[in-house]
């Protein structure tokens, strides 16, 4: 099997302890749902990166959405992702179960369904994601203007990667000697944009796919970096990513997003590494529209890792509250609620070794 | 991140394709990728095709995806 | 407990788990319901009753392989069943919305009707209440089952012992997948059909070739993982599953990724565990396979003295991961 020679060429090629980073919670879910750790030998360390939406959403973007979904004739849409994230109010699942008529959706498109279906109601659609999710947000925003809705809103809390990179490297706090990057959002953004990790910080990076015979390539390709004493950009992913991404998506998100600072849960506030609408479609902005301020941050519980962890500082169990009073049936940060937080992956797959 | 879908776009209309995912379908938005054509594989995130696939590159991705899970047509 | 009861309570997960031990059980507290199987066993004049009861609420009320009438039926049956108990009556419930179309009655209890006679149980008594437009999907049903218990079987959640061999009798998670379908949330059509079924004739051909047989449970809500979990807490067992066994069917699993949704977590109605002594593994299995409700049944895993409590599920890279009870109903993931 595919997967059998990978793991022999990983064990042939592995010589000293090596720290990469997956940044993407998608990538922690694949790793621990195939059982990777359990497979690569010793030494090899995966930590996990900011690249979970949903992990990285400060609690007061949260709550500005659970405010408004608390107005009266008003629908609030969501990914199912960010149903169950807890903050100091509550989360979408509880105020949902107190009346606010919250509803989970698949598709953005299904909030130009929903706002016509429902004309005398405001509905505001909560949207999350990187720049994966983002192009088809900004499709959306484009034909819901087109069809000039007037009763559909967007609270965008989307954010980009590359500048989470930037910071996370800026730190040094970290020590990594290899990142596998996230396959989707490159699918979107190509290669260009990371080519600054192995200029400026001479790391290797490897641009992988979800399936484990993906990330065991992936880890592969890294370590063939690393032996090799070379630092660059690869694809491992080439059925899917092209070097220059995609650049009708591109040229989408230009046209209705543009960059601004935005706050990080755990990395703190970095520079223009978050999306809101341009003026050109003000009319659908609900920050403008609801004038919404910059909301006051809110503090993360104390003893509460999440930030260490999605740094990469930190393992799960390493948490103090791991598994104890922090597990996904009473969690008390996002990692261990969203489906790919690092928390969540470790505890339901465990970093198992089993026998 | 995120969830990207291999599928096979079976019919075109207006930006909208039907694509079949290893036997359920959704119609999908061509909105990022409107250069995709009856045949194609793409890969799909929230409804949306976010590249077309190479065939041979696909094929490889729904295999690896049946290979991994080891799943046949089970009747 | 929270203050107030969600959805999650009662998706059959983590959540309703909890409820049931750390709140009901307070108030309840003796030996019979502190089994906690599919059905209480009464023990009267040297003869053991199994007692069960079951509400149904899915939406919608009709779906491709079934609709709530047989849904009730098959999962009362299946309940009485799994303890090794032929059914011998049924009472039904109906909770009928004002305005609720008679055809649409018709229909559900005639399929309720349809599917009792098919497993030779009568509906032996009922009730019948009409709530207020609004209050309800039309229609919900309760229905409790009363069986007896052959001689010589004693089927437990508690009873699974290490080299225990685990079998599945089919494909796992097709009710629930076919429901998601049918529901029409997310726009997505696929070929699926429930497969709700009664098991008493399934479990009655096994218990003919032995009655050596220490766990029978069908994985409803909660799916395959949350079933085998229950059972290792229970017996105080490690359970170890092979992925490569497990049945899945195709379009199930491509509606798992396209949602985001992990098979295992998909509720069966019609779908049969059965944890037995290694030595009766072999005659167990192809008993099963002879059955038309078990030609597709697998040897999924066995029972282990290692890590009590857990079930591992070993990969096909060869890695292991650790199956954890559904923590809550699954919502579609974009991530």
């Known amino acids: 099997m595919e997967e059998r020679n990978l793991i022999e060429a990983i064990k042939a090629l592995h010589d000293g302890p090596i720290r990469l980073m997956e940044v993407c919670g998608t990538h922690t879910v694949s790793i621990s749902r195939a059982g990777i750790r359990g497979v690569l030998p010793k030494g090899i360390e995966l930590l996990s990166g900011p690249g979970c939406p949903v992990?990285?959403?400060p609690?007061?973007?949260?709550?500005?959405?659970?405010?408004?979904?608390?107005e009266k004739e008003t629908v609030l849409l969501t990914f199912g992702d960010l149903m169950r994230v807890p903050t100091r109010y509550g989360s979408f699942e509880t105020l949902k179960a107190e009346g606010s008529d919250i509803r989970v959706i698949f598709s953005p498109f299904d909030a130009i369904r929903i706002a016509e279906e429902n004309p005398g109601k405001?509905?505001?659609?909560?949207?999350?994601?990187?720049e994966t999710t983002a192009p088809a947000v900004a499709a959306t925003i484009v034909e819901a203007k087109k069809w000039g809705l007037k009763n559909l809103f967007f609270l965008s809390a989307h954010k980009l990667i590359p500048p989470a990179l930037r910071t996370l490297l800026e730190g040094r706090r970290v020590l990594i000697d290899g990142f596998i990057l996230p396959g989707h959002v490159s699918?979107?953004?190509?290669?260009?944009?990371?080519?600054?990790?192995?200029?400026?910080?001479?790391i290797p990076c490897v641009i992988t796919g979800f399936e484990p015979q993906d990330i065991l390539e992936g880890i592969l390709m890294l370590l063939k970096q690393k032996r090799e004493k070379r630092a660059e950009v690869q694809i491992q992913y080439k059925r899917a990513v092209r070097p220059e991404g995609n650049p009708r998506a591109r040229a989408l998100m230009e046209e209705v997003f543009e960059e601004r600072d935005s706050r990080w849960r755990g990395l703190g506030l970095i520079p223009l590494s978050g999306l809101g609408l341009r003026e050109n479609f003000k009319e659908m902005d609900a920050q403008r529209?609801?004038?919404?301020?910059d909301p006051e941050p809110i503090p993360d519980p104390p003893n509460c890792k999440c930030a260490e962890i999605l740094q990469g500082l930190l393992k799960p169990p390493e948490c103090p509250l791991f598994g104890k009073t922090c597990t996904p049936q009473h969690p008390v940060g996002p990692c261990m609620v969203s489906s790919e937080g690092s928390c969540s992956a470790y505890y339901r797959y465990g970093?198992?070794?089993?026998? | 991140m995120c969830l990207g879908i291999p599928g096979k776009v079976l019919s075109i209309k207006d930006e909208m394709a039907e694509v079949d995912f290893g036997g359920v379908k959704r119609t999908v938005s061509l909105l990022l990728c409107p250069e995709v054509k009856v045949g194609d594989y793409v890969l799909v995130h929230v409804g949306f095709a976010i590249t077309k696939l190479e065939e041979e590159e696909a094929k490889e991705t729904?295999?690896?995806?049946?290979?991994y899970l080891g799943r046949e047509e089970l009747d | 407990m929270q203050d107030k009861i969600l959805l999650t309570h009662g998706a059959g997960g983590r959540a309703s788990y909890d409820l049931v031990r750390k709140f009901f059980l307070s108030f309840f507290s003796n030996e019979v319901l502190q089994a906690l199987d599919d059905a209480a066993v009464l023990s009267l004049d040297g003869s053991r009753l199994a007692f069960t009861i079951d509400a149904y609420v899915v939406y919608p009320l009709f779906f491709p392989g079934g609709d709530i009438g047989k849904l009730a039926l098959c999962g009362t049956v299946n309940d009485l069943s799994v303890m090794g108990a032929k059914p011998v009556g049924i009472a039904v419930a109906y909770i009928l919305e004002e305005g609720f179309p008679r055809e649409d009655l018709e229909r559900i209890t005639s399929s309720l009707s349809q599917a009792a006679k098919e497993v030779g149980v009568w509906v032996v008594t009922g009730d019948t209440k009409v709530v207020p437009k609004g209050t309800s999907h039309g229609l919900f049903l309760i229905t409790s089952g009363i069986g007896l218990i052959e001689e010589g079987v004693f089927l437990s959640g508690s009873g699974a012992k290490p080299k225990d061999v685990v079998i599945v009798s089919g494909p796992i998670g097709d009710h629930e997948a076919a429901v998601i379908l049918a529901r029409g949330e997310f726009a997505i059509e696929g070929d699926l059909k429930s497969d709700c079924a009664p098991l008493w004739d399934l479990v009655r051909s096994i218990l003919k070739v032995t009655k050596n047989i220490h766990v029978m449970r069908d994985p409803t809500r909660g799916g395959l993982a949350t079933s085998l979990w229950e059972i290792a807490q229970s017996s105080k067992v490690g359970i170890v599953i092979e992925e490569e066994s497990i049945p899945v069917r195709r379009e199930v699993l491509s509606l798992c990724e396209l949602l985001g949704f992990d098979p295992y977590y998909l509720a069966s109605e019609g779908r049969l565990i059965v944890i037995a002594p290694e030595e009766e593994a072999e005659r167990i299995f192809f008993a099963m396979r002879e059955h038309p409700l078990g030609?597709?049944?697998k040897i999924i895993g066995k029972v282990v003295e290692e890590n009590p409590g857990r079930v591992l599920l070993k990969t096909k890279i060869g890695g292991h991961r650790l199956l954890e009870p559904l923590m809550g109903s699954q919502f579609p993931r974009i991530c």
């Open chain 2, 62 to 67: 729904l295999k690896l995806l049946e290979e």
């Open chain 1, 351 to 355: 970093d198992f070794h089993a026998g």
């Open chain 1, 59 to 70: 609690q007061e973007e949260i709550k500005q959405a659970m405010d408004l979904a608390r």
């Open chain 1, 122 to 130: 405001r509905v505001v659609f909560f949207s999350v994601g990187f």
């Open chain 1, 55 to 57: 992990c990285v959403t």
């Open chain 1, 289 to 293: 529209v609801f004038d919404l301020k």
């Open chain 3, 295 to 297: 030609k597709e049944a």
């Open chain 1, 187 to 202: 699918v979107i953004i190509g290669r260009k944009p990371y080519e600054f990790i192995p200029r400026d910080f001479g």
